[in-house]
């Protein structure tokens, strides 16, 4: 079945660790986003991907980096200089065009401890 | 700064009533414009979408849009309380190199 994985669905880091979030699509989609919700919020984009080995900052890429080597892995890694990282992670991909939706992950939760 | 606007909520109505949603946007070279549906916990899942002036029905669920009052709503026929949820509206723009821009979202509350 096509679709957005996510990996893992929870995940628990250490103060001053940097970890990675997975994501890897099946859709042959072009686009792929990171997005990070916090409770009650919307979502607020993090990175963006439009094309392999070339992404974007969104609004809150501050403490995060990614990379986009695959057409189908677009990877994040929450740095150690992300002071608050504790919130639910969302991946999306799309195809290109502006007549075209997101499909999204199930998400990964991020707790420090 | 391109903005999405909806009421936080929550709303709630009654078994079998209309929900009506309401968003605006600001970029007036926004091109589509989404529905989604979130569970607490879960992840966003697509209901709706429109990129023309007027009305869309898909079911219980119509989309309307009005460009030049940069608004986009949804409608919710038959309110069931598995519709119970916060609804995403979500604004895209341009043809290359252009995101989804994603309102707070509305939390709907269907009472039995």
């Known amino acids: 079945d096509g679709g957005i994985t996510q990996s893992p669905k929870y995940l628990f880091r250490k103060e001053g660790q940097n970890v990675t979030l997975s994501c890897e699509q099946n859709?042959?989609?072009?686009?792929m986003y990171w997005y990070r919700q916090d409770p009650g919020q919307g979502l607020r984009l993090i990175y963006y991907?439009?094309?392999?080995?070339?992404?974007q900052k969104g609004d809150i890429a501050e403490g995060y980096s990614v990379s986009r080597e695959k057409k189908e892995s677009f990877p994040l890694t929450v740095t150690s200089a992300q002071k608050n990282p504790t919130a639910f992670y969302l991946c999306?991909?799309?195809?290109?065009?502006?007549?075209?939706?997101?499909?999204f992950g199930q998400g990964t939760r991020l707790t420090v401890v | 700064q391109k903005e999405v606007e909806q009421n936080s909520g929550p709303l709630s109505v009654p078994e079998g009533a209309i929900a009506s949603l309401n968003c605006t946007y600001s970029?007036?070279?926004?091109?589509?414009f989404f529905w989604y549906r979130q569970y607490s916990g879960k992840s966003p899942e697509l209901i709706m979408f429109?990129?023309?002036?007027g009305d869309k029905e898909d079911g219980r669920f119509t989309a309307q849009l009005n460009k030049a009052s940069q608004y986009v709503s949804l409608l919710i026929r038959d309110s069931q309380p598995s519709d119970s949820a916060t609804y995403l509206c979500?604004?895209?723009?341009?043809?290359?190199?252009?995101?989804?821009?994603f309102g707070p979202g509305t939390r709907l509350s269907v009472l039995p």
């Open positions: 970029d007036r070279g926004s091109q589509s």
């Open positions: 999306a991909s799309s195809m290109e065009g502006p007549r075209t939706e997101a499909f």
């Open positions: 991907s439009q094309i392999v080995n070339d992404f």
């Open positions: 429109i990129y023309s002036n």
């Open positions: 979500a604004v895209k723009s341009g043809n290359y190199g252009q995101n989804f821009v």
């Open positions: 859709l042959n989609h072009d686009a």
